[in-house]
């Protein structure tokens, strides 16, 4: 069909000012493009901007009965929407990208009646996990969400997949119609045209499940949603983890997918070696290629409250997870004191630790108790071992993730040596990691990168003797960071 002259002259403004660029690209998911789109400097050019909002009302303006407020995904379609619910006297809503801590802690700003539809406007949707952390949001404050409307459609898997979780993709623009148009305008070349299409063919983002039940989920709260999501995708490998971190309740387990997603690391380094000296060494030198650093504190010689402080400031500095790998296995009223009190005080320093399900479910209560009602802490439950003749069989296993799903709000996943359940918001640990797989020393077995991430669809890979040992930690630990990552893209991407 041909393309309205207006169209035709707004893409042709867009790329003049530079928010269509060619050439090679990494874009956030790691992947090289042909094609880039930065619609963040039409709020330099006010008649493109208006250009733009025109045309994306224009889009939705029959279906404006169905909506009663307006929301931008922060940070580019703020200004869109802005203008758009300006000019056309349409109430707004604003999300925050972070809760603020202090006064209403509200994410979504702005005058609603619970229930009513949110409309949400973005500029250009690739995998469609930012519209869906948007809807997330939205429906978390009460508000319904069915359609978003985007300027461009990178086509990528995006509109599939919003689809897939209820919610209808209005675009103005696909990447193809881009390309053909500028073609046509003798902007861009045959050859480029090719690359740009067979980009789109080889990286969609979305694989469709066959049994998915793709009927609109009209349900506005996240408990369903992410149920829903749960039960209509069986197979959680190809999702990525930015999108599952989206899904997370538990802010630990969000603050984990995050730091992946941000440091594109899925490298937990197990630091166990027995001079606190060298332990904050190794967090400082390899803090910026893991996302989390895992200790043994009861082998550190000579602990003082300074280096759980210390370790604490390079958390921060490095902006990492600190794991203390506790394995705590004993009644409820014991494991509280272990966690809480004595020369450890695990608790107050340590993140994330991890339990045996062996005792039963008190022990998860004990650490409960041990932290109250902070947010900050979370727990692991070990599902199953790496080393070899341990007994957790199949039904410990089985038994192990009941006991976390009963425990969602401080369990946040497993160690494991598989995928043990199917549930995204559930990570998987693995330890007995190396570069060249097979037995180690006492009984420890190893498998590689690219086992425990691809073939076993595992989330993080945790490395010990493997770094601490090598002549060069930070090279090693930076070769395991690229093995991790690398299994994981060709995971997402299979
Ligand atoms: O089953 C397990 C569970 C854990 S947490 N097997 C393990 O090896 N671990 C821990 O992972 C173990 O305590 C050690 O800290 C690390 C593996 O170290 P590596 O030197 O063998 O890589």
New binding site residues.
């Given amino acids: 069909m041909e393309m309205e002259r207006s169209s035709v002259d707004l893409i042709l403004q867009l790329f003049d000012i530079g928010a269509v660029k060619f050439g090679s690209f990494k874009l956030k998911s790691g992947i090289t493009s042909p094609v880039y789109f930065d619609l963040r400097v039409i709020i330099s050019y006010p008649d493109i901007l208006i250009a733009v909002c025109e045309i994306m009302w224009k889009h939705i303006e029959s279906n404006r009965e169905k909506f009663r407020v307006i929301c931008g995904v922060p940070y580019t379609a703020l200004p869109i929407a802005t203008v758009i619910c300006t000019t056309n006297k349409f109430p707004m809503v604003i999300r925050r990208k972070e809760a603020k801590d202090y006064g209403t802690m509200k994410i979504i700003e702005g005058v609603f009646e619970q229930g009513s539809n949110c409309l949400i406007v973005e500029d250009v949707v690739t995998s469609g996990s930012s519209v869906w952390e948007t809807t997330v949001s939205l429906q978390d404050a009460g508000l319904t969400v069915t359609d978003a409307i985007v300027l461009l459609n990178r086509q990528q898997g995006g509109r599939e997949m919003l689809e897939s979780r209820g919610i209808t993709l209005h675009s103005i623009f696909t990447l193809t119609e881009v390309v053909t148009c500028l073609n046509k305008e003798k902007k861009i070349s045959d050859s480029m045209v090719s690359e740009v299409k067979d980009f789109i063919a080889n990286n969609n983002t979305f694989t469709p499940n066959p049994d998915m039940d793709v009927k609109p989920r009209r349900k506005s709260k996240e408990d369903a949603t992410a149920k829903s999501y749960r039960n209509s995708i069986p197979d959680i490998e190809q999702v990525t983890y930015e999108s599952r971190g989206v899904l997370c309740k538990n802010e630990v387990a969000a603050r984990i997918f995050r730091i992946i997603h941000d440091k594109q690391t899925n490298l937990c380094l ?1 630091a ?1 070696v027995d001079s606190a000296v060298e332990l904050l060494e190794i967090a400082d030198v390899c803090g910026p290629h893991i996302c989390i650093l ?1 200790t ?1 504190i009861d082998i550190i010689d000579h602990l003082t409250p300074n280096i759980s402080k210390a370790l604490t400031e390079l958390s921060k500095k490095h902006n990492f997870i600190i794991f203390e ?1 506790r394995k705590f296995a004993d009644i409820g009223s014991t494991v509280r004191q272990q966690y809480s009190a004595g020369s450890y005080s695990i608790s107050e320093w340590a993140d994330l630790t991890n339990a045996h399900s062996l005792p039963g479910p008190g022990v998860i209560e004990g650490l409960k108790a041990a932290v109250q009602n902070r947010k900050d802490r979370a727990c692991l439950l ?1 599902a199953e ?3 070899k003749g341990n007994l957790a069989d199949a039904n410990y296993t089985k038994a192990t993730v009941q006991m976390a799903e009963d425990h969602r709000d401080f369990v946040i996943g497993f ?1 494991s040596t598989s995928k043990v359940t199917t549930d995204p918001t559930f990570l998987h640990m693995t ?3 190396k570069l060249q797989p097979g037995d ?1 020393q006492l009984g ?1 077995q190893y498998l590689t990168p690219d086992e425990v991430i691809c073939k076993r669809k595992c989330d993080i890979i ?5 770094i601490t040992l090598a002549a060069n930690r930070l090279q090693a630990a930076i070769e395991y960071k690229n093995a991790g990552w690398k299994a994981y893209l060709d995971r997402v991407n299979a």
Avoid: A
Wanted: proline share 5%; hydrophobic share 30%; charged share 20%.
């Fill in positions: 197990s166990d895992k043994h790998d070990i071992m790496s080393s160690i330890p007995g990691v180690g420890q945790i490395v010990g003797r493997g």
